[in-house]
């Protein structure tokens, strides 16, 4: 696979997903597009896995100072 940017990705799963549910594919084509979606699944799981890790945000503590907090908790949901 080519390298692409995560949203390029993205859109190309989705557009597969969509002539998959359609249903008006040869059998040969249909197992080449879902052969393709499984890796661009993985490939963007594993670019959101990455990240996840570098996600923080900046919050006030109580006494005013400013301090980073982990959000990767919120990627979860």
Known sequence: ME?????EALKRLEE???QLEDG???LDEAIR???EGVKL???CQKELKAADGKVQKL???LTGDLE???????LED
């Open 16 to 18: 597969i997903v969509s």
């Open 41 to 43: 699944s993985l490939y």
């Open 68 to 74: 980073l907090e982990d959000c990767a908790d919120l």
């Open 33 to 35: 597009l879902f052969e």
């Open 3 to 7: 390298p692409m940017k995560f949203e």
């Open 59 to 61: 919050v006030q503590t």
């Open 24 to 26: 008006e594919l040869e």
